[in-house]
């Protein structure tokens, strides 16, 4: 059975920088490609970034260029560098893992398989 933890939230103010991890646990990571997700109050959860297993990066266009998602295979953890973080970007943030096909990776969250429990980023103005 896989099992996420994400970890790295925080209270930061405009501007600053954040790192979050998402810890797997179980077999096969390799064999997964990974998302962030992320769901602010009264609003649906959107999808963040995703990665390839493969090691391919996909972001959405409000983080392009301030967010670097990352996966390091030995360690089982995939991370979400964010930095000149906005108010905007207040947030429960999910990481989720999707079993599939060496270069595929999924903007649906239909599409994965397993989810985290969330870590709240607030950012401050």
């Known amino acids: 059975q896989v099992q996420l933890a994400e970890s790295g939230g925080g209270l930061v103010q405009t501007g600053d920088s954040l790192r979050l991890s998402c810890t797997f646990s179980?077999?096969?990571?390799?064999?997964?490609?990974m998302g962030w997700f992320r769901q602010a109050p009264g609003k649906e959860r959107e999808y963040v970034s995703a990665i390839s297993r493969g090691g391919t990066p996909h972001y959405a266009d409000s983080v392009k260029g301030r967010f670097t998602i990352s996966r390091d295979n030995a360690k089982k953890t995939t991370y979400l560098q964010m930095n000149s973080l906005k108010p905007e970007d207040t947030a429960l943030y999910y990481c989720?893992?999707?079993?599939?096909?060496?270069?595929?990776?999924?903007?649906?969250?239909?599409?994965?398989?397993?989810w985290g429990q969330g870590t709240q980023v607030t950012v401050s103005s």
């Open positions: 179980g077999h096969s990571f390799n064999y997964y490609s």
């Open positions: 989720a893992a999707d079993r599939t096909i060496l270069s595929h990776m999924s903007i649906s969250q239909g599409d994965y398989d397993y």
